[in-house]
C-alpha cells in the first residue's frame, strides 16, 4: 500500500483530496502547523502530524517533513495550500525518491506574482488584460488615467486588499495598505470562472472550470459548479506545456462574452475546484503523474461548504439571491464536508474555526489572517543555504 502525506490539512481541498485518496487504497497521513481537525477527524486518514510553521523556521519544517516521510514510508508529499511555496524551497533537503507535487521554487514564485504571470501568460490562446506594476496610489491613478481599473498587491490570496474601480480611481482613494508593489489591471466586467488543473512536467492530466455560484463578500466562493470551457482548458494545456511546469496551477477568469475569457491571475496551488471530481476519479494518478489522460470532473451536481451555505440563509452578505433561489440550490447541492459515513469533519471544521477565533484573538488579526499567516509568503527573500 502506497502512502500520502498532505499538507495544508487545515483546508477543506485537503480533506477532499484525503478521502479520495483513502477510497482508492492509499494510507493517508495529514500534517499541519494548526488546527486541522476538518481532516484529521476523517474515516480515510490514517495518521494526523504537527508541524512547525514554515514561515517561522523553515529549517525545523524541513527536518519534520524528513521525519514523517521517514516514519509512515510516504511515496508522494501534496501540498495544498501556501506552504507549497516552503516544500519547494527546500525540496533538495527531501528525500529525492519522494515524488512531490510541486514545482522548482523560482516557477512557483512566478506563478504567485500577478504580475510576472501576466507576462507569462501571453501567446497562450487567451486575453491577457493590460496592466502596470506600481508603487503608490498616485502611480496607478496615472497610468489608468480615469479608465476603470481593479488594484491589487502583486503577491496576495483570497481577494485581500483587493480594490475595484470601475468608474476610475477617485482622488480621495486611500494609499495602499502594504508595502510590497501593486498591479493596476485594467477592469474586466463580464461572469466570473474558476480553474483548477494538474499538471505533470508540461502535460495535463486533470482539469476542471468551475462557476462560483456564491462567495463571500467578493472573496472565496462557497457554492461551485463545473462548467464545459474549451477555451480555458486550451489554455492551460498551451501554459503548462510552455512552462514545463509539475503540480497544481490554479486560474481566475473573467469572461464578457460566450466562449471569449480574460485570465486575471494564477494560485499555484489546489482551489475549490478539487471538490468538483467524484470520489472515483483518477486525480490520485494525476497527481502521481501516472495517467496518459486527462481527468475529467463530475459534472452532475453543485457542490457547496454546507455550514456557510445554511448561515447564508441569515446573512444577506453572504446570500447575493433571493430566499427561494438560495432554497433551490441548497436542496440541490452536495456538502464537501460531512459526507455519508464520514461526518466528523463537519464537527472539526467547526471546532478548528474555534481554534481560529482564539488565535486571532491572541495576535490581534482577523480570523482568516490567523488560519493562513504562518505559511503566507508574500514575494520576501526566502533564506536557504
Known amino acids: 500500500m502506497r502512502s500520502v502525506l498532505i499538507l495544508g490539512a487545515r483546508s477543506p481541498v485537503a480533506l477532499d483530496h484525503a478521502r479520495r485518496f483513502a477510497a482508492q487504497g492509499w494510507r493517508v497521513v495529514v500534517a499541519d502547523s494548526v488546527p486541522c481537525r476538518i481532516t ?32 509512515h514510508r510516504i511515496d508522494l508529499v501534496l501540498p495544498t495550500c501556501e506552504e507549497v511555496f516552503y516544500v ?45 506594476l506600481v508603487d503608490d496610489i498616485d502611480e496607478a491613478r496615472a497610468w489608468a488615467a480615469g479608465r476603470p481599473v481593479v488594484l491589487k498587491p502583486e503577491f496576495s490570496r483570497f481577494g485581500v486588499h483587493v480594490r475595484r474601480y470601475p468608474e476610475g480611481i477617485p482622488d480621495r482613494a486611500a494609499r495602499f495598505a502594504t508595502q510590497q508593489k501593486w498591479v493596476v489591471q485594467a477592469y474586466c466586467r463580464g461572469e466570473e470562472r474558476c480553474s483548477y488543473s494538474v499538471v505533470d512536467r508540461g502535460r495535463l492530466l486533470a482539469h476542471v472550470t468551475y462557476r462560483p455560484v456564491y462567495r463571500i463578500r467578493g472573496s472565496s466562493g462557497y457554492v461551485f459548479q463545473a462548467c464545459k470551457a474549451p477555451e480555458i482548458e486550451a489554455f492551460v494545456r498551451t501554459f ?19 466562449n471569449q475569457y480574460a485570465v486575471l491571475e494564477c494560485n499555484p496551488r489546489a482551489v ?42 441569515l446573512s444577506p452578505s453572504l446570500r447575493t439571491v433571493p430566499l427561494r433561489q438560495w432554497w433551490r440550490d441548497l436542496r440541490a447541492a452536495r456538502d464537501v464536508l460531512g459526507v455519508e459515513g464520514d461526518r466528523c469533519p463537519l464537527l472539526g471544521g467547526l471546532a478548528d474555526l474555534a481554534s481560529y477565533a482564539g488565535l486571532a484573538a491572541r495576535q490581534r488579526c482577523s480570523m482568516r489572517e490567523a488560519s493562513t499567516r504562518d505559511t503566507e509568503w508574500d514575494g520576501e527573500r526566502m533564506e536557504w543555504p
Open 88 to 132: 519547494a524551497r527546500c525540496r533538495a533537503r527531501l528525500p529525492q525518491d519522494v515524488r512531490v507535487v510541486a514545482p522548482p521554487f523560482d516557477t512557483l514564485a512566478m506563478l504567485h506574482s500577478k504580475w510576472r504571470f501576466l507576462d507569462a501568460a501571453r501567446d497562450c490562446g487567451i486575453h491577457v488584460p493590460d496592466s502596470a
Open 272 to 313: 475549490s475546484g478539487v471538490h468538483l471530481f467524484a470520489r472515483d476519479a483518477a486525480l490520485p494518478a494525476a497527481l502521481m503523474g501516472e495517467t496518459d489522460t486527462c481527468v475529467q470532473p463530475d459534472f452532475s451536481s453543485l457542490r457547496m461548504i454546507g455550514p456557510v451555505m445554511l448561515a447564508a440563509a
Open 40 to 71: 484529521r477527524w476523517s474515516r480515510g486518514v490514517h495518521a494526523s502530524e504537527s508541524l512547525p510553521s514554515a514561515r517561522g523556521d523553515l529549517h525545523a519544517y524541513a527536518k519534520a517533513l524528513n521525519r514523517i516521510i521517514a516514519i
Open 240 to 258: 503548462a506545456r510552455k512552462t514545463a511546469c509539475t503540480g497544481q496551477l490554479s486560474f481566475d477568469w473573467m469572461s464578457a462574452e460566450p
